[in-house]
């Protein structure tokens, strides 16, 4: 369903029924200290947004993939940074790693052209509206500044991994945050999973730290035993969803999510309408 869904987006980003309302709120708190702030699948750039008003003088560094997207992430952005001291840089690009690098300076991004999140391949049970497009890739190392004290949002529809494979750099200095949507598809291009995260985590010297349904902080952590035990208390939320998407037959999957989407849809009709 194509109709008005830039406006759609509008509503669930900055609305009174976005998404991520609750975790706006403690944003405050996740950004103390924080002089760069990189915004990874920014999408209309909600995130950017709330990293504007609450950071001095900071660099903020917005990265989208649909060009239809972007366009409007560029416009919000120009409007956010003259009424800040931050400097908001917009790049229309997808993030990944050296692995997809060394192939090639770019990759295939599949947008749907609808509200759906595309990403670097298609969720068939999500939309049937994929289109595929060439965009240039990056990656987060490309923006990692040793004495910044950084703070990373990824929202990626399932290639968080690739996203934190190209951020070594960022996760060995320790002086990096990573803000982390997990999706429980995990990454069906290259047939790895949720469960690779959080081994990558663990091995990566970083405490995983469940924060709203399946969104995670990850953060610097020395201690080991610290580590393991942060990162087992999220082994149970992430295997349902890893068991829904591997178990589930795809019929049901698809139903859930299409009714999901058109209850949203309708809801934004009714708000729309009053």
Same mark, same amino acid.
């Given at each position: 369903m194509k109709r008005d869904f830039q406006e759609y987006l509008a509503w669930t980003y900055f609305g009174e029924n976005a998404f991520d309302r609750a975790e706006f709120k403690r944003l405050e708190d996740l950004l103390r200290d924080t002089t760069r702030f990189i915004d990874v699948g920014a999408s209309h750039g909600v995130?950017?947004?709330?990293?504007?008003?609450i950071l001095e003088d900071a660099d903020i560094i917005a990265i989208e993939?649909?060009?239809?997207?972007?366009?409007?992430?560029?416009?919000?952005?120009?409007? #956010?940074?003259?009424?800040?001291?931050?400097?908001?840089?917009c790049i229309?690009?997808?993030?990944?790693?050296?692995?997809?690098?060394?192939?090639?300076?770019?990759?295939?991004?599949?947008?749907?052209?609808?509200?759906?999140?595309?990403?670097?391949?298609?969720?068939?049970e999500r939309s049937d509206d994929y289109s595929p497009t060439r965009v240039p890739l990056v990656c987060v190392d490309d923006y990692f500044e040793q004495s910044a004290a950084t703070f990373v949002k990824i929202?990626?529809?399932?290639?968080?991994?690739?996203?934190?494979?190209?951020?070594?750099?960022?996760?060995?200095?320790?002086?990096t945050r990573f803000f982390t949507e997990i999706?429980? #598809?995990?990454?069906?291009?290259?047939?790895?999973?949720?469960?690779?995260?959080?081994?990558?985590?663990?091995q990566s010297g970083m405490r995983v730290d469940r924060r709203l349904r399946s969104d995670y902080l990850f953060t610097s952590e020395p201690d080991t035993r610290a580590r393991r035990w942060a990162v087992a208390k999220c082994v149970p939320p992430i295997a349902i969803r890893v068991a829904f998407n591997n178990f589930v037959p795809d019929r049901?999957?698809? #139903?859930?999510?299409?009714?999901?989407?058109?209850?949203?849809?309708a809801r934004f009709d009714s708000s729309s309408s009053e």
């Open positions: 995130y950017t947004y709330h990293a504007n008003r993939a649909d060009p239809e997207r972007f366009a409007i992430l560029v416009e919000n952005a120009r409007k #956010w940074e003259s009424e800040s001291t931050n400097r908001i840089r229309n690009a997808a993030a990944s790693d050296e692995e997809d690098r060394q192939r090639s300076p770019e990759i295939t991004f599949y947008a749907t052209g609808t509200q759906i999140s595309g990403g670097l391949f298609p969720v068939s929202d990626v529809e399932g290639a968080e991994f690739r996203v934190l494979m190209g951020a070594r750099k960022h996760i060995s200095s320790g002086n999706s429980r #598809w995990g990454d069906r291009a290259r047939g790895t999973s949720a469960f690779e995260v959080l081994r990558f985590c663990l049901v999957r698809t #139903w859930r999510e299409r009714r999901e989407n058109q209850r949203r849809l």
